[in-house]
């Protein structure tokens, strides 16, 4: 009867012609669904596939990589480029050098050439209250990894004692003077086989210098920070001419072989001289005296890989490149410092943040800083890049998108919003981050899960790292003196 | 105007204030330390119409209130206005309290208070505006005038309500007892971040619980349940006694004669002997706090074996007196990041776990490491706390770490195993649960029996 009713209305013809249109649409509305999903599993597939044929590339690089490390370095080069180290910055307390103590940081690198600028105030504040020299030196990249150390030799040999550390560490107030710590016969450093697993990588390499007795996890040591005396020149000496395996080993690898085989004594620094967060947990430098951020993340990593732009004659390409520690590092160096200095900030660094599709990534620029990589894309109203899903107390807070130095504001033009609890609650609308690339935001209440999202615009953008400051409730304590003082003087006049 | 200023800025309020076309006369009082915050109230009451009170001391909202009503009858001033620090007017706001004030002054001459409305701002969390977090709200006695018939039919706050909290709604209750009309500006002209110096301050904070419970246990004492607090047209609270803890002998009202102890042994709180000078009693952090605020002079830099809720005392007290180094240790790896977990990223602040049982390999004279790692530093302190394991051990090491008038503060003395600390060291203050101890200079080493 139903059936009757609906064909005798489809023949009158204005019900039939609405009926037949609104059918029409639905069906295109279908196939539209269905192509989409046709074009997202395309997608996926596409995405897989390049992922496979990443990882075989990335399996013959290591291959390739493998090769190379059997292959014999060439030492008289290296004594050649030992000569092309600068001192970048000498400061003597006491004018004079010999008879004294002094503390060098080899930079080598864009990496390290920026992360020394933030770290190098609190190397000079340590060697002044201890009243040691400090030596920054700038390393020829020409220089193998496995060799920095030995190239400062030139620029330590005058000392009775010298400590090298690596920039991206940072001393903190207060931390006693290395020198007493450690006895002039020793060679200073953190064994860091005590405290994290080196079982495997101390049999690789007792295999690859071919030890008769393993060197024993226990007796691996952490190279980022050696306190030695002048009697350890000869074992700079040696590192540079006489190697104790024929394979190119890693800086680290080279110099615990060395210290093994020439059984060199070894004082084992307490780990708060050289705190490395070896799980994210660890992330806290209350910890210690020197905070070494080390080949660490500051929390899980969402993304393995990065993009590096490279050319190719007159056209541009983007190759894969597995993302480091390293690659993410500046922005949690700036984030304890400016910690230390008395600010509640936060730095959230590539890593850290989601990225949706293939419109938003990892980049790497030139001097091998990640960046977050957006360009403009049909994603429509998604955000491309989200997260870091903080839990962020009440009160108020600054955010500033910054561009990879962690200093400059990022492009006002990018358009972002703010939620917490899964996105239930929005924080701040969708809007361009201004001028300074900088807005205030409100938490009435401890939040948990905090996102910063970023909206596609009419260009690709970058952001280097994100910046979240808590606005103090009160701005009396830790007021600057000098400011302090204006202030008053102001108050005076108004009153 | 009364005002008690802890760590507030003052300058929003007394800017809100700047302009007004009445004579103010300010009563400031200082409750806090922070030297900034004092130069900064010297400042500006040097040049308003204004008489300072500087005690730096927490001694209580209700005491300065008191003294500072008292001050102000005496001056003979039109109407009292109590305000708190961490509010202020907006523009013109106060010129138009103050005529609410006045006007109702002169149309209900006999009332008892008069509070203003504002917003709450803060945060929405229990310390803080609560659910009425941005929103208009009446404000109690963080803005309120005072008239002469309140002090003459209920007299002054109860001081047994220390430091803060409960004493308005102790106030409210025995003047609606008393029969005293209680009054209110429905216009909202001013901005209060409720609680704003509990959150600012983290000693405050992390002593605030124990504080505030024990003056709402004083409070469900005195009056058999705890007030509504949903402003004037809100239910009324759960009291349930119509005199004070409930016996009709106790009159609503507190003289002036009695305001130090106003219902004698019987009711008056016995864990406030100390709170004039700023202390909670039978309460072993505030015991602490105490101690280290009476005999630690210096405090640049500070020690502990033992990590505990002593260590928060120790890092609020470090953090007031600008130390350089707050050095913990504890052999317990899980539980001294969870109570470094919960203090501020102090820059001063360094935690270590040392396992009890580690040997030193510092070449010390003393082989357990726990020990023996502060001798390692080549530091000297001004404030050794000995809490954890190993303490006669750690206390013999305290002797060489000490500063010459730094103090050695050893927690759970009362066992005969301690006995020895009176000869090694001069005892300064024996509490509860510390001794203050001095090196003393005649017993550089334990007798050898």
């Given at each position: 009867m139903r059936d009757f009713v609906r064909r005798q209305l489809q023949r009158v013809p204005i019900i039939g012609k609405t009926r037949r249109a609104a059918e029409q649409a639905k069906a295109e509305h279908d196939r539209a669904l269905a192509e989409r999903d046709r074009a997202r599993a395309a997608e996926e597939a596409m995405r897989a596939e390049r992922d496979v044929a990443y990882e075989e590339r990335d399996r013959a690089l290591e291959e390739r990589d493998k090769a190379l490390f059997q292959i014999d370095v060439p030492y008289a080069q290296l004594e050649d480029a030992a000569a092309a180290g600068r001192v970048r910055m000498r400061i003597c307390p006491e004018g004079g050098l010999k008879g004294k103590r002094t503390l060098v940081i080899p930079v080598q690198g864009p990496i390290a050439n920026r992360e020394i600028h933030v770290t190098q105030p609190f190397f000079e504040a340590y060697c002044r209250r201890v009243d040691i020299d400090l030596q920054v030196i700038d390393v020829s990249p020409t220089v193998p990894p496995s060799c920095v150390k030995a190239s400062l030799r030139p620029m330590v040999e005058e000392y009775d004692r010298f400590a090298i550390a690596e920039p991206h560490m940072i001393v903190r107030q207060g931390c006693p003077d290395l020198f007493a710590v450690v006895p002039e016969d020793r060679l200073g450093a953190m064994i860091e086989g005590r405290w994290t697993d080196r079982r495997q990588r101390c049999v690789e390499l007792s295999g690859l210098c071919k030890f008769r007795t393993p060197l024993p996890a226990e007796r691996y040591v952490n190279t980022d920070l050696l306190v030695m005396s002048h009697a350890h020149l000869a074992m700079l000496d040696a590192l540079m001419q006489r190697p104790v395996s024929s394979y190119r080993l890693g800086a680290q690898d080279a110099l615990n072989a060395l210290l093994y085989h020439g059984d060199v004594p070894v004082y084992g620094l307490p780990r708060d001289f050289n705190w490395i967060p070896y799980s994210p947990s660890e992330f806290d430098w209350r910890w210690a005296w020197i905070f070494n951020m080390s080949d660490s993340w500051r929390s899980p990593p969402t993304q393995a890989y990065a993009w590096k732009p490279g050319r190719n004659g007159n056209s541009g390409y983007y190759s894969r490149t597995p993302l480091v520690p390293r690659h993410c590092r500046l922005p949690s160096l700036i984030e304890i410092t400016e910690q230390l200095r008395g600010s509640a900030v936060r730095f959230v660094n590539p890593a850290e943040m989601s990225y949706h599709g293939l419109s938003a990534r990892i980049h790497l620029t030139a001097d091998d800083a990640a960046v977050m990589w957006w360009g403009?894309?049909?994603?429509?109203?998604?955000?491309p890049i989200y997260g870091p899903y903080l839990d962020l107390p009440a009160g108020r807070w600054w955010v500033t998108l910054l561009a990879p130095d962690g200093v400059t504001p990022a492009d006002p033009g990018i358009i972002v919003d703010v939620v917490h609890d899964s996105g239930r609650n929005t924080v701040r609308p969708p809007a361009p981050i201004g001028p300074r690339a900088s807005f205030e935001i409100l938490l009435d209440r401890d939040v948990t899960g905090t996102e910063v999202r970023m909206y596609s615009g009419d260009r690709d953008h970058t952001v280097g790292c994100i910046l979240l400051k808590a606005s103090t409730d009160?701005?009396?304590?830790?007021?600057g003196s000098s400011a302090a003082c204006d202030r008053l003087d102001a108050l005076k006049n108004r009153y | 105007m009364i005002v008690i200023s802890y760590n507030a800025d003052p300058e929003p309020l007394f800017n809100s204030i700047l302009l007004s076309k009445h004579h103010v006369r300010s009563y400031v009082f200082l409750h806090g330390q922070d030297a900034g915050l004092k130069a900064k109230l010297e400042a500006i009451t040097t040049a308003i119409d204004s008489r300072y009170f500087p005690y730096g001391i927490n001694r209580g909202v209700s005491r300065s209130w008191n003294e500072g009503l008292r001050a102000s009858f005496d001056d003979g001033n039109e109407a009292t206005l109590l305000v708190n620090d961490d509010l202020f007017f907006y523009g013109g706001g106060f010129d138009e309290f103050a005529g609410f004030v006045l006007s109702e002054g002169r149309r209900?001459?006999?009332?008892?208070t008069i509070s203003a409305f504002g917003l709450d701002t803060g945060t929405a969390g229990p310390v803080g505006?609560?659910?009425?977090?941005?929103r208009p709200h009446w404000q109690g006695s963080a803005c309120m005038a005072v008239g002469q018939r309140a002090i003459e039919a209920v007299g002054y706050f109860d001081q047994n309500f220390w430091p803060a909290y409960f004493e308005d709604a102790d106030y409210f209750r025995r003047l609606e007892l008393s029969g005293v009309p209680t009054l209110w500006d429905e216009r909202i002209l001013l901005e209060h971040n409720r609680s704003q110096t509990v959150r600012a301050d983290f000693l405050l904070k992390r002593l605030h619980d124990e504080r505030t419970r024990r003056n709402e246990q004083y409070y469900i004492r005195k009056w058999g349940g705890l007030r509504g607090w949903g402003g004037p047209d809100a239910p009324s609270g759960q009291e349930i006694f119509m005199h004070p803890f409930n016996d009709p002998s106790v009159a609503c009202a507190i003289p002036l004669a009695a305001i130090e102890a106003p219902y004698g042994p019987k009711h008056d709180r016995r864990d406030l002997a100390e709170s004039a000078s700023g202390m909670l009693g039978e309460s072993t952090p505030e015991e602490l706090l105490s101690l280290l605020n009476r005999h630690?002079?210096?405090?640049?830099r500070l020690l502990e074996w033992g990590a505990d809720d002593n260590t928060a005392i120790m890092a609020g007290f470090a953090h007031t007196r600008g130390a350089e180094l707050l050095l913990s240790i504890d052999h317990r790896a899980e539980y001294l990041r969870a109570v470094i977990e919960q203090l501020p990223r102090y820059a001063f602040l360094h935690a270590r776990f040392i396992d009890a049982e580690e040997l030193s390999e510092t070449g010390s004279d003393i082989d357990i490491a726990y020990v023996a790692y502060p001798s390692l530093l080549g530091i000297s302190f001004d404030i050794i706390l000995v809490a954890g394991r190993w303490r006669m051990e750690c206390a013999m090491l305290a002797r060489r770490l000490l500063e010459p008038d730094g103090v050695v503060v050893f927690h759970d003395?009362?066992?005969?195993?301690?006995?020895p600390l009176r000869e090694l060291f001069k005892v300064v203050e024996e509490s509860k649960e510390f001794l203050v101890l001095r090196g003393d200079p005649a017993n550089k080493s334990p007798r050898p029996d």
């Open positions: 403009k894309s049909a994603l429509g109203k998604t955000p009160s701005p009396m304590p830790g007021e | 209900v001459p006999h009332f008892g505006a609560g659910k009425f977090y941005r630690a002079g210096s405090a640049r003395w009362n066992h005969p195993r301690y006995q």
